[in-house]
C-alpha cells in the first residue's frame, strides 16, 4: 500500500492535478496526450463536454459517449452527477488532452457496483477526451492579432459590418468559414441578427483589424447547437477580419488632402468635370482606377449621373484638388452592390484629382499679365497677327508651344483657323501685350478633343502679341481708311487717256497705300492682291480698265469674288 500510494503521489505531482489528497486517493491518471497549447484548465465549478469510453479489469466496455452519439455535459464538483473519481479525474485538464484514469472502487460504484453492468468493488478504466470547458462567469474574451496603425473608428451598436471568418469548437474542429464561399458576413451590430457574444465580440474592431473571438455556449448555441455543424453546449471560437463598417446615419466624407493656394472657383452644381481616381473599398481592395485607363471620368455634377455620394461630393471643389471621399452603401451601390466589381453594402472609398471642370455658360476668361505702357492699335476681327504661346491643361502639363517651331504662328482673326476661344483671347490686344486665357472645352475643342486634347478639357493659354496688321473685310482685297477720291477713274487714270492698264493700277494703289489712303489684304503678297483687283475691274479681259468696267464693291449685287 505504501508503494501504492507513493506512486499516485508521484503521477500526481508529474501531472500537476490539484486535487485534495487522502489516504483513500489512489486514483490513477495517465496524461497520454498534452496539447502544447494549454490557455485553461478545468477547475472545480466549470462545465466540461468531453468523449469518453468506459471499461471494465478485463477490457469490457460498459459505456461510451461515442455510442451514445453525443459527449458527456456536467459541472465539475458542484452538484456532479458522475462519480467523483471521473469528477476529479477532469482537474486540469486541457481542451484536446486525453485521460486514462484508472478509478478505484471506493471513488467508483463501491461494494454495491450499478446493476448488472458493473459488478461490486470493480476498479473502472475511463479513456477521456477534453472537448470543451467553460463557467457560467465567463465573458466573451476577444484577443487582437493585428491592427492597423490609422484607426479612426471603431465599431459600435447599429453598425453594419461586412467580416470574413473561420469557426471553430474549442478542439480545432472547423464549423464555418467565410472564405471558400468569397463572401462576407454583413450584417447589423447589436440588433439580434447575430449570437448574443459574437455581437460584443465584434464591438471597438477597426476596418483591416483581425481578432480572435471566443464564446462561451451560453452566449453562442447553448443546449440546441446548430445543425449537425455546432454540438449542444460548444463554446466557440472565430477568427475575425473587420472587412467593412458603416452607420445608417453616415453620410459622405470628404478628406481634402491637397487644395491649391489659388482657387478662384470651385464646383457647383451644372458644373461638367473632369478627374482621375482610384477607387478602394475599405479594406484596401481596388475595384476601379481610371488612371490605368489613361482617361479622366467626365459627368455633370448634382444631375444624377454618378451615385448620389460622388455627386454631393463633387460640389465645392478646387481645380487641381486632391481629396479622399469616403461614401457609405445608401449613398453608392446599396446592398446590391455592383456584379463583379462591389459587393453588397460595401463603402467605396476614392482618391480623386481634380484636373478641370467648367460651366456651359462660361466665356473666355482673360488675365492680362502684361500691357506695354503705349498702345495705338489693338487686335480685331480681319486682322493677321503674329503670336507665342503656351497651351496647357488646367493642371499645368504643357501640350502644345510655339517655341517648338521655327516661326511663331500667323493668323487672320475671325477667320475660323484657330479654335475660337482662342481666337477671342488674341482680339483687343497691343503689339507686345501678354495675356493668360482660360478657354472652356465648348469654344475651344469640345467633347472629342484633339490630338493631345483630352475630352472636354479647359485649355490654358499663354499669350504674347508679336505683330499686328490690320485686315479688311472678308470678300475684300482693298479697303479705303477715309473717302475715296470721287469720282474715282479720273483719279486712277494718271495720264488721262481714258484707260488704266495694269501698271497704272499698281501705282495709284501703291499711292493710296502710301498716303494712308487704304490697306491691302494683309498675308498675302502685295503684288498679286492688286493683279488680283486689277483682274476683277478687266471685265472684258482686254488689259485695261475703262470707266464703264470700273464699279466699287458697294455698287455690285452680291459678289462672288473679291475686289474694290
Not at 453598425?159 to 467565410?178: A, E, K, M, Q
Not at 488674341?426 to 472629342?448: N, Y
Not at 493700277?505 to 492688286?530: N, W
Request: negative net charge.
Amino acid at each position: 500500500m505504501e508503494q501504492t500510494y507513493i506512486l499516485i503521489i508521484a503521477v500526481i505531482s508529474l501531472m500537476s492535478i490539484q486535487c485534495d489528497s487522502s489516504p483513500l486517493d489512489d486514483l490513477v491518471i495517465d496524461r497520454y496526450s498534452i496539447p502544447t497549447h494549454c490557455p485553461r484548465e478545468v477547475q472545480t465549478g466549470d462545465y466540461v463536454r468531453y468523449d469518453f469510453n468506459g471499461t471494465l479489469p478485463d477490457g469490457k466496455k460498459f459505456e461510451s459517449s461515442h455510442d451514445k452519439g453525443k459527449p458527456f455535459v456536467g459541472q465539475v464538483g458542484l452538484g456532479s452527477v458522475v462519480i467523483t473519481g471521473l469528477d476529479r479525474g477532469v482537474l486540469g485538464m486541457c481542451v484536446n488532452e486525453r485521460r486514462k484514469l484508472t478509478i478505484p472502487p471506493h471513488l467508483a460504484y463501491g461494494v454495491l457496483g450499478a446493476g448488472t453492468t458493473i459488478p461490486p468493488d470493480t476498479t473502472l478504466t475511463f479513456d477521456i477526451l477534453l472537448l470543451d470547458v467553460w463557467n457560467m462567469d465567463d465573458k466573451v474574451q476577444t484577443r487582437t492579432l493585428s491592427k492597423p496603425q490609422d484607426c479612426k473608428r471603431t465599431v459600435v451598436p447599429t453598425d453594419f459590418v461586412r467580416y470574413h471568418y473561420n469557426g471553430t469548437l474549442l478542439n480545432g474542429t472547423l464549423f464555418d468559414s467565410s472564405h471558400p464561399r468569397g463572401q462576407t458576413y454583413d450584417t447589423y451590430i447589436g440588433q439580434g441578427y447575430l449570437i448574443k457574444g459574437m455581437d460584443v465580440g465584434l464591438l471597438g474592431m477597426c476596418v483591416g483589424e483581425r481578432r480572435s473571438v471566443l464564446i462561451p455556449p451560453f452566449l453562442a448555441y447553448e443546449d440546441k447547437g446548430y445543425n449537425t455543424l455546432i454540438p449542444p453546449y460548444a463554446s466557440l471560437m472565430f477568427d475575425v477580419l473587420l472587412v467593412d463598417m458603416f452607420n445608417a446615419n453616415d453620410t459622405v466624407e470628404v478628406n481634402a488632402q491637397y487644395v491649391p493656394e489659388s482657387c478662384t472657383r470651385k464646383s457647383a452644381v451644372g458644373d461638367y468635370i473632369r478627374y482621375h481616381y482610384n477607387g478602394t473599398l475599405q479594406d484596401g481592395t481596388p475595384f476601379d482606377d481610371s488612371y490605368k485607363r489613361n482617361s479622366t471620368y467626365n459627368t455633370y455634377i448634382g444631375m444624377g449621373f454618378v451615385i448620389i455620394g460622388m455627386d454631393k461630393a463633387l460640389q465645392g471643389m478646387c481645380m487641381g484638388e486632391r481629396s479622399r471621399i469616403t461614401i457609405p452603401p445608401h449613398m453608392a451601390y446599396g446592398e446590391t452592390g455592383l456584379e463583379g466589381m462591389i459587393p453588397g453594402s460595401a463603402v467605396l472609398i476614392f482618391d480623386i484629382h481634380v484636373m478641370d471642370f467648367h460651366n456651359p455658360n462660361d466665356t473666355v476668361e482673360i488675365k492680362v499679365t502684361h500691357k506695354p505702357e503705349v498702345c495705338n492699335i489693338t487686335t480685331d476681327v480681319h486682322d493677321l497677327i503674329q503670336y507665342r504661346y503656351n497651351c496647357s491643361l488646367m493642371d499645368g502639363k504643357l501640350l502644345y508651344s510655339s517655341d517648338n517651331f521655327d516661326l511663331p504662328p500667323r493668323t487672320t482673326l475671325g477667320s475660323g483657323k484657330i479654335i475660337q476661344g482662342l481666337d477671342q483671347g488674341l482680339q483687343g490686344m497691343c503689339e507686345g501685350e501678354k495675356r493668360e486665357v482660360i478657354v472652356p472645352p465648348h469654344l475651344g475643342h469640345g467633347e472629342d478633343g484633339a490630338a493631345e486634347v483630352p475630352r472636354s478639357a479647359v485649355l490654358k493659354f499663354e499669350l504674347e502679341l508679336l505683330e499686328v496688321q490690320k485686315g479688311v473685310p472678308d470678300g475684300y482685297l482693298f479697303v479705303w481708311l477715309g473717302d475715296n477720291p470721287d469720282p474715282l477713274f479720273p483719279a486712277m487714270d494718271l495720264n488721262q487717256d481714258q484707260e488704266v492698264p495694269l501698271e497704272e493700277f499698281s501705282t495709284f494703289i501703291k499711292a493710296q497705300i502710301a498716303d494712308g489712303k487704304g490697306r491691302l489684304r494683309p498675308g498675302i503678297d502685295g503684288e498679286v492682291v492688286i493683279k488680283d483687283m486689277f483682274t476683277n475691274q478687266d471685265r472684258n479681259k482686254d488689259g485695261k480698265i475703262t470707266l464703264d468696267e470700273l464699279k466699287l464693291k458697294s455698287d455690285e449685287e452680291p459678289p462672288n469674288h473679291d475686289e474694290l
